[in-house]
């Protein structure tokens, strides 16, 4: 007689955790073509064809993953550290069947998300999960190793980045290709090819990204996400282009500075990168360094100069925002944004204030709470231009009801709060946006449904990287003597925050560089270093003083000239520092991160 498989009786299946046992492959059509890179590459005078390989990441932000949730029969209330309070509500109303206004979650301030907090997690499901089957609240707070064993990073990469050049340095062929993960239950596919769409004029283009599904955690989006590993390889091999011309890197760049967008042809909305590199140089003494590699020593440590290239597309969605002006005086603003510490509420009650000719301490931002208007999630560096574009209309639509207030009131003239009291108001609101034109559509394309796309122009923010090292010749030791970041980012709404947002980015760029990597058993997919004592982020005593600066130029086709600056100071670091440790020491490091043991 033979036995009924009992419940817990499972078949094993061949599993894959590298690339070379994947049997699922995807290889792509290129993401963009223009000319013929191959027979141009085939045919420049000058060529560099290099291969480059970067490890996984993981976004260790200092507040762990936590969910509270709590069950009222079918309505379920959540705190969560999330960056997108909008997006969990509409998964959780859509995995536990009820409908998505009987959902709340709450997350006004989340301790650093970097893209690991945007969507919904094991850990927020397990706990609404209990809550409701034992009728209680219940609270789950992950610990560093469990966040990282259940939350994906950045994917590992393998790139292939080829340039061809006439003698005087103009790219002919730009091909760049990279191969990436996903698990095997998703994830995202990185844009690692996007800085070689936007970066150089080159007369043939070809970029392609491939990838395979692996039966491994799946990858979450992390900071800049594909520019950041994209732009390392890009930069390295435009570095050592320049080395074979013995040109400077910088002229080299400007040689190839594009005046429309090189794969699409759209104009930019505007391009300064020549006035960043030209300001960035000069402040950091670019003209003393000497082009040989090996050439410059501070006693007896190598001394290399590097720089590279930032850009990061400057995206824009929808978000919907109300806007109430009280008799007193007192301002609100409402709008579910998060805050994860790049200070998003100080500035919309920045421009709030500005908008309504009122003092900045009148003013307070509601935020962090689906119950709140729809706003998009914290991520791409967007947040605050979209916002802002919602809460100057909201302003205008304010002002407009008050001047026919005044007018039908006879207080033309007066104050605000003289035209309330006449109309027997306690205050006046407006509001932009609604959530009810989104009808039915599902979680994500209620989110996708939001982005604004500008067929018209090309445009995003834009920097330039230069890095000083320190190298001991004996031991290999990597020391960061000097970092400078020059950046155009639009108009900057308040300099405090946004000076700390891109040195952060820098920090994250550092670790890419000289020490992050998520070591993964490929026996059984398991993360191996998940604290903090196996995954090495840098300390104070890694970091040099950060000097970062701005153009301060507004984009005419943003809100207010807003770009975004959250992720493009990440962009071109590793390659800064790439670059400057070739300089030290004539080796192209082509697989991150630059550890000493590549140095000997």
């Not at 223009?34 to 060529?47: R, T, Y």
């Not at 909008?86 to 998505?100: I, N, T, Y």
């Amino acid at each position: 007689m033979t036995r009924a498989p009992a419940a817990t009786d499972f078949e094993a299946e061949e599993h894959s955790a590298t690339p070379e046992k994947d049997l699922r492959n995807r290889f792509l059509p290129p993401s963009a073509t223009k000319g013929d890179a191959v027979v141009a590459l085939a045919a420049a005078p000058v060529s560099v064809d290099l291969r480059f390989t970067t490890p996984p990441h993981q976004h260790n932000a200092i507040e762990p993953h936590a969910t509270t949730a709590a069950w009222d029969g079918d309505r379920l209330t959540v705190h969560d550290a999330s960056q997108s309070v909008h997006w969990m509500r509409g998964h959780l109303a859509h995995r536990f069947s009820v409908p998505r206004e009987n959902v709340r979650v709450i997350a006004p301030f989340v301790g650093g998300g970097f893209g690991g907090k945007g969507t919904v997690r094991a850990g927020t499901i397990i706990a609404v999960t209990a809550a409701r089957a034992t009728g209680r609240p219940v609270r789950l707070v992950l610990t560093r190793q469990g966040v990282n064993h259940v939350v994906g990073g950045r994917t590992p990469s393998r790139q292939r980045v080829a340039l061809g050049a006439g003698t005087d340095g103009k790219l002919t062929a730009l091909i760049h290709t990279s191969y990436t993960r996903i698990g095997r239950v998703g994830a995202n596919i990185e844009q690692v090819t996007s800085p070689s769409r936007h970066l150089y004029a080159a007369s043939s283009i070809l970029l392609r990204q491939d990838r395979s599904e692996l039966d491994l955690l799946p990858n979450a989006w992390m900071r800049a996400p594909g520019e950041g590993i994209g732009s390392f390889a890009l930069e390295s091999t435009v570095d050592e282009l320049a080395h074979r011309l013995g040109m400077d890197p910088i002229e080299l760049r400007m040689r190839n500075e594009p005046d429309a967008d090189p794969v699409e042809g759209k104009p930019s909305s505007r391009r300064l990168l020549r006035e960043v590199y030209a300001r960035g140089a000069e402040r950091f003494g670019w003209s003393g360094r000497t082009p040989e590699p090996g050439s410059m020593r501070d006693g007896r440590r190598l001394v290399g100069m590097g720089v590279a290239a930032a850009y990061q597309p400057a995206l824009q969605f929808v978000a919907d925002v109300t806007v109430r002006l009280s008799a007193d005086g007192r301002v609100l603003v409402r709008c579910g944004f998060q805050e994860m510490g790049m200070g998003g509420a100080t500035a919309q009650a920045q421009i709030a204030a500005d908008a309504l000719g009122v003092p900045f301490d009148t003013v307070r931002v509601e935020y962090g709470d689906s119950d709140l208007p729809m706003a998009p999630m914290a991520m791409n560096s967007l947040q605050t231009a979209t916002v802002a574009s919602s809460v100057l209309a909201a302003c205008d639509k304010l002002k407009r009801r008050l001047d026919s207030l005044a007018r039908r009131n006879r207080t033309v003239g007066r104050s605000h709060r003289s035209t309330l009291a006449k109309a027997a108001l306690p205050a006046v609101e407006a509001a932009v946006g609604s959530n009810s034109r989104l009808g039915r559509l599902t979680n994500q394309a209620r989110f996708f449904s939001r982005l604004i796309r500008d067929q018209k122009w090309a445009k995003g923010a834009s920097g330039a990287q230069f890095c000083e090292v320190r190298i001991d010749p004996d031991t290999g030791e990597i020391r960061i003597a000097r970092r400078l970041g020059m950046f155009d980012v639009g108009k900057v709404i308040n300099p405090k925050t946004a000076a700390s947002q891109l040195r952060g980015a820098v920090v994250m760029g550092i670790g890419m560089a000289l020490s992050e990597q998520t070591l993964v058993d490929p026996r059984t997919g398991r993360v191996m270093n998940a604290g903090l004592d196996g995954y090495l982020v840098p300390a104070h005593a890694d970091i040099p003083r950060i000097e970062v600066d701005w153009l301060d130029d507004p984009d005419p086709t943003m809100p207010l000239g807003l770009v975004g600056l959250g992720e493009v100071g990440m962009t071109g670091v590793a390659g800064a520092i790439a670059n400057a440790v070739h300089h030290a020491t004539g080796k192209r490091i082509r697989d991150l991160p630059i550890t000493l043991d590549k140095l000997l």
